[in-house]
């Protein structure tokens, strides 16, 4: 009674059933993604190509969430009360084992959002007259959070945008000369893999750039993991931002921040949090109560995530991207806002179509791509040379419903006629 080491027979069931990861050519494998597929159950109004905002649950997950919604709501603080510390400190080994880190280097939160927030606005090592460095693909929260550091600690924030196309040298050599024109620089905002277009930043690169130059990096990976395999201490930066309900498949309202040892003190506690000692990172947050259910299905998303595979999802999300972005870039007039440079991209993609470059252009694009077509994208704002559609499949989508993306994208550019 009210323990909280409880397994659910149906997830364990469903995990057994699955056939075994092919070692080979797993990202064309259509019977085992079939498989993948057939534990999700999602609404086929629409094909939805706008898995980005956030990733559904696997129905086994769902049915494990579903199991701790009801007790949490049932047993109250019997069984949360007691046992929540136990458990908690068990949630941070098991996702800290997963990142590839020390469960003394993160705490959990609701999600990136929070964790950029408290990394930003927590960041101490900045005098007035400091610069800070942001781009036009950053995240909007974290680009608001970066100007407001002028507010907060009287430092000069810079904007500046990513070339397009985007190449690993250009993008490099980008953070160079900013580094280099901005020699006050103290923090660099960095998206791991960006919202607005999918680029994915040679993060470890430009964390070495800005250490050089006598800055340091804070790393939004709101989208990356799950998407991408890695494990955070490959990033080699100090400050880390996590989203679990997107690529890893855990229910909403879950993320954590990583904060690399050594690194705390330039934190400052949340808020003045008294509830840790100076020193201990769960101290650079505090969320009060959280959804414990959610928080506690965690462990059941990331067993899936990992029976599945990081690496398999990963190819297989890149050649559901690579199938509609090799067909799409024959098309007359459509830009494709990544490169084909496997360290640079993986599952999410934008295109524009050349000179509809307004907000109201790609809405129109998106609502024709709908109603015409059934297949759901989305709009993002952000880049400095004009909005964009973004292109987001999951491991549940099939190319052949990326044909009818293609279908769409023929008929908006014209092909067709
Ligand atoms: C790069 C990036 N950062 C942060 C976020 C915010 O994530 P959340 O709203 O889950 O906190 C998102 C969401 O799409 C994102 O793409």
Request: aromatic share 8%.
């Amino acid at each position: 009674m009210h323990d909280l080491n409880f397994r659910l027979p149906s997830f364990d069931a469903a995990l057994a059933g699955l056939p075994a990861t092919p070692a080979h050519a797993v990202e064309s494998d259509e019977a085992f993604w079939g498989a993948v597929g057939s534990l999700y159950s999602t609404s086929q109004a629409l094909t939805n190509l706008e898995n980005g905002y956030w990733g559904v649950m696997a129905e086994p997950v769902k049915a494990v969430f579903r199991h701790w919604t009801d007790r949490v709501n049932h047993e109250n603080t019997l069984l949360i009360r007691d046992h929540w510390p136990r458990a908690l400190e068990q949630l941070r080994r098991t996702l800290a084992a997963a990142l590839g880190c020390d469960a003394s280097e993160i705490a959990l939160t609701r999600g990136a959002t929070e964790a950029m927030l408290a990394l930003i606005a927590g960041y101490n090592r900045l005098q007035p007259g400091d610069s800070v460095l942001y781009c036009d693909l950053d995240y909007p929260a974290m680009r608001y959070a970066m100007e407001w550091l002028r507010e907060r600690r009287g430092v000069v924030p810079v904007r500046f945008a990513i070339p397009e196309p985007a190449t690993r040298d250009s993008v490099l050599q980008t953070y160079a000369d900013m580094l280099e024109r901005h020699p006050n620089t103290r923090l660099v905002l960095l998206t791991h893999l960006s919202h607005c277009t999918g680029l994915v930043m040679p993060v470890r690169e430009l964390a070495a750039l800005a250490r050089a130059a006598g800055a340091e990096v804070v790393v939004d990976a709101a989208h990356s993991w799950g998407q991408l395999d890695f494990d955070v201490r490959s990033l080699d930066a100090p400050y880390v931002a996590f989203n679990l309900h997107k690529w890893i498949g855990a229910p909403l309202g879950c993320g954590c921040l990583y904060i690399r040892h050594g690194s705390v003190s330039r934190i400052d506690p949340y808020f003045g949090d008294r509830d840790f000692p100076a020193d201990d990172v769960r101290s650079r947050i505090h969320t009060g109560s959280p959804n414990f259910a959610a928080w506690l299905t965690i462990p059941a998303a990331l067993q899936l995530h990992q029976r599945i595979g990081a690496h398999a999802k990963a190819l297989r999300l890149r050649h559901l991207r690579d199938h509609w972005v090799g067909r799409a870039r024959a098309l007359r007039g459509v830009e494709i806002l990544t490169p084909d440079d496997t360290s640079m991209v993986a599952g999410m993609t934008a295109f524009r179509l050349q000179g509809r470059t307004t907000t109201a252009d790609n809405d129109a694009i998106v609502a024709a791509l709908r109603d015409a077509h059934g297949v759901s994208t989305v709009r993002r704002t952000g880049p400095a040379r004009g909005d964009v559609v973004r292109v987001t499949p999951a491991i549940y989508t099939s190319p052949a419903e990326l044909e009818r993306l293609l279908a769409g994208l023929r008929s908006v550019t014209g092909a067709d006629s």
